[in-house]
């Protein structure tokens, strides 16, 4: 049982009861709201590809290894930018179609704006699109350029070189280029 001293206790108990579900209203909308917030946008990372100098020259193996390489770093890739929540990487499945007759005709490094094709079927607000350019064994460089899918706009792009044509190498170009994405997280968003 309630004691009340005076009628302004019994008043201000009410009113503290009559507010308290729109305090906690005020507080759900709150915690949606930074939640909402804290979701990263869509990327559409796609496939990095191998931009060799000496391509001409090359052995059919080296070839094939610089290939393998391209899709080893193309997954660690996707998978560093989503684990650091830099993005949610778009599965680029259901735009496979696409992706395959604009490859078929261009190098989707450079193909004036197809990349953002690709990234509105998938549903994507920014897409990426990753090359290493190879000068030598000893010389290569990884680059990833992210666009905003509606304007074009250009929100990050950064090269790394890195030093020696082997595994180890295109995974730590792609570990400081994902670090480098990080540090410059708003500008990227």
């Not at 009410?14 to 005020?26: E, I, S, T």
């Not at 997954?75 to 078929?104: E, F």
């Not at 897409?127 to 074009?152: M, Y």
Request: proline share 3%.
């Amino acid at each position: 049982m309630t004691v009340f001293r005076s009628r302004s206790d019994a008043f201000s108990l009410r009113r503290a009861h009559a507010l308290f579900p729109l305090l906690a209203v005020g507080v759900a909308l709150c915690t949606v709201s930074v939640t909402a917030a804290a979701v990263p946008p869509a990327i559409a990372l796609l496939d990095c590809v191998v931009l060799d100098d000496n391509a001409a020259y090359n052995d059919p193996s080296v070839t094939q290894t610089q290939q393998a390489r391209a899709t080893m770093v193309s997954a660690q890739l996707r998978t560093l930018v989503d684990q650091r929540g830099l993005y949610k990487v778009a599965d680029n499945r259901p735009a496979a179609t696409l992706i395959d007759r604009l490859q078929a005709t261009q190098d989707l490094s450079s193909c004036n704006g197809c990349e953002r094709e690709i990234a509105r079927q998938l549903g994507a607000q920014r897409v990426g699109v990753c090359w290493v350019q190879k000068v030598s064994n000893l010389i290569l460089n990884i680059n990833l350029r992210i666009e905003d899918t509606a304007s074009g706009q250009v929100v990050f792009q950064r090269s790394v070189d890195i030093r020696g044509n082997t595994d180890q190498s295109w995974r730590r170009g792609v570990d400081a280029l994902v670090g480098l994405l990080a540090s410059e997280r708003d500008t990227a968003h």
